[in-house]
Every structure is written in structure tokens, then in C-alpha cells.
T-cell receptor
């Protein structure tokens, strides 16, 4: 058990809608990263938050946005959903530093109809 | 841009048949190479971190090694419960600590 909790576990939306995914950790780690994993692919980096500030972003459009709260929990928001947004969304916590492992939750499975 | 290539894409073994998974990487400056195990419907589970060429880590039937261009995950006498997708990822520095993942190797161990 990593102590990372993601909610909801599954979600079905239609094109054009908006969605909010949530992530929290019991570890006290202050850095949270979000990844998108399409079927049969490795996770792709969306963005990272450290002390409530965005600390790097991958090749995702601005309709993907996030927040980190003072207790280090985090939200991923996606606006104007597209069919290609269907994927497993993973969050991961770490203590910071590129040599520290990131510990993942079990993800939110998002399906767009 | 960092690149990670894993091979083979899929591997089927008989119980007790040892083998190795490969992870080739291209980075500007390696901070860490990470191995994860992912079961269906679950998030990646951390296995090992390797930092420099020549380093080795072991855990039960798994042993990870690192060179300047690739890493191997050796599986000795695997059991059916070792069946999973094994993911390799690198962090190469910069101001954030993103992981760049390969596509993974799907390992199936038959009894």
C-alpha cells in the first residue's frame, strides 16, 4: 500500500464536459505529479506541483489544469473533454528530488462517450 | 528529449524459466532510473531506483542492473504471481522531477 488515494475510481463523461479528479496521500510528501496512461502505453507526464505551485508541465494543452492544497492533496481539472482524453489518470507523490521514487495511486479510469 | 525503449513488448515464460527484460534510455543527465510493476487495473508499484552505471539492486526473484545506456531486470525462477507489466522510467534533471516512461513489458508466467 502506497497510501495514495484517488477518487473517483471510474468516471464516464461526454465530449465537451468538464471533470475534476482528486488525489491525496498519507505520506506527508510535498510533491505531486499527474500522469495520463492510455491503454497499452506507459504513463505520460501532465504536470507537477510543489508547495502549491506548478513545477513543470508536459505536452498537454491548457485545458488540463491543476491545484495543490496546503495539505499537499491535489486536483486535476480537464475542460472541454475530447474522446482522446479517455485514459487512466494517475497521481504520484514524492519527497522531491529527481532521485526519489514517486509513489502512485491506483488511478481514475476516465471514459469519454 | 528523454527517451525510454523497453523490450520485448511481451514475454511468456514457464514457471522457473529465468529471463531478462531490457530498458534502453537516452537522457541528457541521469538522476535516477526507476523500475515499477503494474498489475491490471492498478497503479505502478515501485520496485527499484538505480543511480549510476554498475549499480545493482535485488528484491526476491528480481535483480536490476544499470549501464550508461541501458538497464536490465533479471527474473530468476519466476512464479505465476510475477506476471505483470514491468515499466522502466528515467528522470534526467531540470527544475522538475518528471518521470519519462517506456511502454512496458507484459510478462506472463505460466504454471
Amino acid at each position: 500500500e502506497t497510501g495514495v488515494t484517488q477518487s473517483p475510481t471510474h468516471l464516464i463523461k461526454t465530449r465537451g464536459q468538464q471533470v475534476t479528479l482528486r488525489c491525496s496521500s498519507q505520506s506527508g510528501h510535498n510533491t505531486v505529479s499527474w500522469y495520463q496512461q492510455a491503454l497499452g502505453q506507459g504513463p505520460q507526464f501532465i504536470f507537477q506541483y510543489y508547495r502549491e505551485e506548478e513545477n513543470g508541465r508536459g505536452n498537454f494543452p491548457p485545458r488540463f489544469s491543476g491545484l495543490q492544497f496546503p495539505n499537499y492533496s491535489s486536483e486535476l481539472n480537464v475542460n472541454a473533454l475530447e474522446l482522446d482524453d479517455s485514459a487512466l489518470y494517475l497521481c504520484a507523490f514524492s519527497s522531491g528530488g529527481g532521485n526519489q521514487p514517486q509513489h502512485f495511486g491506483d488511478g481514475t479510469r476516465l471514459s469519454i462517450l | 528529449e528523454d527517451q525510454v525503449t523497453q523490450s520485448p513488448e511481451a514475454l511468456r515464460l514457464q514457471e522457473g524459466e529465468s529471463s531478462s527484460l531490457n530498458c534502453s534510455y537516452t537522457v541528457s543527465g541521469l538522476r535516477g532510473l526507476f523500475w515499477y510493476r503494474q498489475d491490471p487495473g492498478k497503479g505502478p508499484e515501485f520496485l527499484f531506483t538505480l543511480y549510476s552505471a554498475g549499480e545493482e539492486k535485488e528484491k526476491e526473484r528480481l535483480k536490476a542492473t544499470l549501464t550508461k545506456k541501458e538497464s536490465f531486470l533479471h527474473i530468476t525462477a519466476p512464479k505465476p504471481e510475477d506476471s505483470a507489466t514491468y515499466l522502466c522510467a528515467v528522470n534526467s534533471g531540470g527544475s522538475n522531477y518528471k518521470l519519462t516512461f517506456g511502454k512496458g513489458t507484459l510478462l506472463t508466467v505460466n504454471p
